[in-house]
């Protein structure tokens, strides 16, 4: 007698989602679901504000990669998921039954319930969200009057996003930029020493940093701090933090008042067995960066435990493999920052740059004729803005040496 086929619902298809349809076998019926029609790499999306990269060679076709797995792709949104009776609903007003899940529907941005900010704060999360950004910067510059940016959030988005602003505007002399960061320093939980740096790096530049400094209130002629300053700005940048989404709450698998999904170390739900949680949705009892690489390895551990649930197999715990974070400052700087070590150097925009064409060269779909184009142009477009002029400049590789024994901590 055959196996009745078991149906796995992947709700999700980026970072995590989408590693997992890759991972699981063909002998199960697998349903990813997303509303949107392209997988984003977010971890290069600030460089859209100094078109270094373009939006084609941030996104891959979702429903190519997940066909080429062997599975289905449903482009819709999930709206209810009722874990006990192992069903899902659609906005499209589909139905879906299915015998494990998971859930992999990342994060939101977060105005902390900021008066205004929802309304006059650009948010900072997609390539829409970056695109949005550039083309306000490039109508506003080109009205020739005083541009003054705000950027609430001195954490890595936002730096990075100040970074590409620099690149492309910073001998405007009608830009000015203040960076607005709650915690004692910039980029808070990273060494010291970059806040140091950053600092530094923007001397010659209108760029000023308030840290230990809390925004009350947005506007659409600036923001007003908790200690009443009013800062004008003509665009205000949202990167600071991330909210769960409303779907993890509502369906029992998060509890008040931070509303991530709590999760076994097996990333199994700790509220229903039969759903596995992966990504920045994810509690862990320790907790894990918010961060893609986690997101990755997170979606491979949930298709292989999904696949020992079914077959009433021991689950298997998550284990973060220590990675390096690299953080690119434009054209300025980039740090390779691994536990308290920090390397600095323009070279490293080439390490960031070779995860990126690593990644999206693996996931891209094979034999599909328009990747092969696709990968050509973010090789080129690559080497031609990052990697060619930090690799081949005499200057910056004279300097390495000293570069890299400055920064190492
Ligand atoms: C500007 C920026 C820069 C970043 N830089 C870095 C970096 O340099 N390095 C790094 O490691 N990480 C970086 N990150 C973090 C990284 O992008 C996230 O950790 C990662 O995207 C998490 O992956 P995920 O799969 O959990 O969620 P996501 O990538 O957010 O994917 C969630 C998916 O779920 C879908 N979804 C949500 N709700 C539903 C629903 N109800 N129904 C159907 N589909 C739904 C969404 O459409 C989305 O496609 C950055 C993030 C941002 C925003």
Known sequence: MTKKRKHIAIVGGNFAGLTAATKLSRRHAVTVIDA??????????????????????????????????????????????????????????????????????????????????????????????????????????????????????????????????????????????????????LLPGLPAELDADLRRLCTPYAVNFRTAAAIASVSAKGVRLADGTRLRSELTLWTAGLAAPALLREAGLALPPLGWADVHPSLQSRHFDSIFVAGDAAALPRAVAKQAY???????????????????????????????????????QTYLIAGRHVLAGKVLAGAKEGVYQVFMSQMAPEGALSSVPAAIGRLWQGWRQLARPQLLSLADLKQLPDRLAIRLL
């Open 36 to 185: 949107s029609k392209h997988f984003e790499w977010m971890p290069n999306m600030h460089e859209l504000l100094s078109s270094v990269k373009t939006p084609q060679g941030l996104r891959l076709d979702r429903a190519a990669i997940v066909k080429q797995a062997g599975h289905r792709f449903l482009r819709d949104r999930v709206t209810a998921l009722q874990p006990p009776l192992g069903r899902l609903a659609m906005a499209g007003g589909r139905e879906l039954a299915f015998d494990a899940c998971i859930v992999a529907v990342g994060a939101l941005w977060n105005t902390h319930h900021i008066p205004g900010a929802a309304r006059h704060a650009l948010p900072f999360r997609s390539v829409d969200d970056s695109l949005a950004v550039a083309q306000r910067l490039r109508t506003l510059l080109q009205q020739g009057k005083p541009l003054r940016i705000v950027i609430a959030g001195g954490g890595i988005s936002g730096i990075e996003a100040l970074g590409e602003i620099l690149r492309r505007h910073r001998d405007d002399p009608s830009l000015s930029v203040e960076v607005i960061e709650a915690g004692a320093r």
């Open 294 to 332: 986690n997101a990755i390895d997170m979606g491979a551990l949930a298709a292989a435990n999904v696949e020992r649930f079914l077959d009433g197999r021991a689950l298997v715990p998550f284990k973060p493999a220590p990675k390096p974070v690299l953080i690119a400052f434009g054209d300025l």
